[in-house]
């Protein structure tokens, strides 16, 4: 490593110093690794690990994307994690391979949109690795958070007479460019697991779109089914905005379904707790016994519904890679 690594380091380190007294992290930037305290009363850790990818999941080469928005991009795909938990993040460590050419300015811009969500979520950054190379850069967060008292929220809990709940409007999220502005929705899944305790069932975030991720939960869950009410979908304004095609009622709603990087959380809820879901959340379906997944339209008629959208469609929404 050269001097203008260690001088790198030593500027994120003061970065990293004005950041929230974390009492759960004993050490953080400075030494060989960092000291975390045990989860206090009896909780567990939550760890979780996103890299993303210059070309992939941003664009900093051609000019699209600057790093200060990668950087909040990288903190908030991590943060959105440990939300689908329901937990609370505590900790970041971030490694970075910097492309050669403007190394330092990248580095700089990059930690302070990493600081600036950081900062908005009581998260402190304590530690890393930093790397200079000639290829493009990678960003990689880790993130360690609490699990809620009674545990944490898995994929796997879901059962059949489920409600099948949605956090947000659904798609666009490319195009728009929103997907650089992740969200994560830990308060609305802390305040979810404090209302329902036991009657939350199952959650995850949405990153690879709904089509895609409510099938994660369905398989972890045993081999269950969803039949969702295609009318109750919430679709994002983006849709309209920028798919030209979304006009079209079933092509809006595959790219609801199919876009990704909504980051909004989808959860699984018994169904005699659904009244006590605060106004933030929509009902748009339920867990069913037999596997598959399905959508029942307007005039009562269910189909089942492919990952990449009805099959007589014709139609295939991107595969957006992001995971
Ligand atoms: P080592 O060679 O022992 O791994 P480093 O010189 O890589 O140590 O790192 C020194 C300290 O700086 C460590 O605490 C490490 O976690 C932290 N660090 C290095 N790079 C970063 C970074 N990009 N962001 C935050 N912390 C970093
Ligand atoms: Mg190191």
């Not at 300015?105 to 304590?126: N, P």
């Not at 493009?136 to 967060?141: C, D, E, F, G, I």
């Amino acid at each position: 490593m050269k001097i203008g690594e260690f001088q790198l380091i030593d500027w994120v380190r003061s970065q990293a110093a004005g950041q929230p007294p974390g009492e759960l992290v004993e050490l953080g930037i400075g030494d060989d690794c960092a000291v975390v305290k045990p989860a206090p009363d009896g909780q567990k850790w939550l760890v979780t690990t996103d890299m993303l990818l210059d070309g992939r999941h941003f664009e900093l080469a051609d000019g699209r994307h600057n790093a200060t928005e990668v950087g909040r991009k990288a903190m908030g795909v991590n943060l959105s994690d440990i939300a689908a938990m329901a937990g609370t993040p505590v900790a970041a460590f971030v490694s970075v391979a910097l492309p050669r050419q403007n190394h330092e300015a990248i580095a700089r811009e990059l930690t302070i949109g990493l600081k600036e969500m950081a900062d908005a979520f009581d998260v402190s950054l304590a530690g890393g690795d930093t790397n200079v190379w000639d290829g493009p850069l990678v960003v990689n967060v880790a993130v360690f958070g609490v699990a809620a008292l009674g545990g944490p929220v898995l994929r796997s809990g879901a059962r059949p007479g489920d409600c099948i709940c949605v956090s947000g409007p659904l798609g666009g999220s490319l195009p728009s460019g929103r997907h650089m502005r992740p969200v994560p929705q830990l308060q609305l899944a802390r305040e979810l697991k404090a209302a329902l305790g036991e009657d939350l069932h199952a959650m995850i975030d949405l990153s690879d779109g709904l089509g895609g991720d409510l099938r994660h939960i369905l398989n972890e869950s045993g081999g269950l089914g969803a039949v969702l009410q295609a009318g109750a979908i919430p679709i994002h304004a983006d849709v309209y905005q920028h798919h030209p095609d979304a006009a079209d009622p079933l092509i809006a709603l595959t790219h609801a379904l199919g876009d990704g990087e909504d980051f909004e959380l989808c959860c699984c809820v018994e169904k005699s707790a659904v009244g006590r879901l605060s106004g933030s959340w929509t009902v748009i379906g339920e867990i069913v016994a037999e596997p598959g997944f399905w959508l029942v339209d307007a005039a009562g008629r269910r189909r089942l519904w492919e990952k990449s959208g009805f099959d007589h469609l014709g139609h295939v929404s991107k595969d957006n890679e992001n995971n």
